[in-house]
């Protein structure tokens, strides 16, 4: 069974008015556990529309998405809540932390929505801020740590709780070359760990550190298959 089968779906926004936009037509794909898959496209190719829906984030108007064999557009809100609370880890260009929150205490936030205990929740996101390296700087505010700092804050939220799926939106955005590298290297072990992930780019370079490729232009998928080639941050240590 597939991980995620995504079968003729359409997103249709202000359907049946001159406005109408169609961002995605007739789109199917299917993602295998522990697949390494970059979904490259430019701004308005509807890559960001199939994210959010793969992300349970939306529904799409036709088609339908299973999710580990579940009919993901049948669920109650609450449901896809619970969905992407248990089952996919977010990373997004913007990093998305509270300024007023520590390291430590913007990994709990996710932890305190699932109901996980205060003793649990400490030590799952002390763990995982371990594990991105960030050990010494738990204590410290997002206004006291560099950008690349800042996303291997956002990294640990996403894996607290080992999700099957990270979804990683332009995780690099707003980084230099050398930390960008870094983030690519943890997701690239990440994968080698087992988790499934999902990378969202505009960057052909970037989607070359992935180990499947799909192409996306005016909502449809133009191709689906490997890398053109071996991408540096593969090879060796961290970059």
Do not use: W
């Not at 108007?61 to 557009?73: F, P």
């Not at 929150?101 to 400490?122: C, D, F, H, M, W």
């Not at 996403?158 to 707003?174: C, F, H, M, R, Y």
């Not at 998928?221 to 060796?236: C, Q, R, W």
């Amino acid at each position: 069974m597939d991980l995620i089968d995504v079968r003729q779906i359409s997103k249709i926004y202000h359907e049946g008015t001159p406005s109408e936009v169609k961002a995605l037509d007739n789109v199917s794909l299917q993602i295998k556990e522990g697949e390494f898959v970059a979904i490259l496209g430019q701004s308005g190719s509807g890559k960001s529309t199939l994210m959010n829906i793969l992300g349970c984030l939306d529904i799409p108007t036709y088609g339908e998405y299973y999710l580990r064999g579940k009919a993901v557009n049948d669920m109650r809100l609450s449901v896809l809540s619970n969905i992407r609370n248990q089952m996919i880890g977010f990373i997004f260009q913007g990093f998305n932390l509270i300024p007023a929150l520590t390291a430590l205490e913007n990994v709990e936030l996710p932890l305190i929505y699932q109901g996980i205990k205060p003793s649990e929740r400490k030590k799952l996101a002390h763990d995982a801020l371990v594990s991105v390296g960030l050990e010494g700087r738990m204590n410290h505010r997002p206004t006291e740590m560099s950008g690349g700092q800042q996303q291997r804050v956002a990294i640990a939220r996403a894996v607290s709780t080992k999700p099957p799926i990270i979804l990683a939106d332009e995780p690099t955005g707003n980084l230099d070359s050398k930390a960008g590298n870094e983030i690519m290297k943890m997701l690239i072990d990440l994968n080698g760990a087992g988790t499934t992930i999902l990378l969202i780019t505009h960057d052909n370079h970037l989607a070359q550190c992935a180990k499947r490729i799909l192409t996306i232009q005016d909502g449809k998928i133009k191709s689906d298959g490997l890398p053109e080639k071996s991408s540096g941050l593969l090879e060796g240590g961290r970059a």
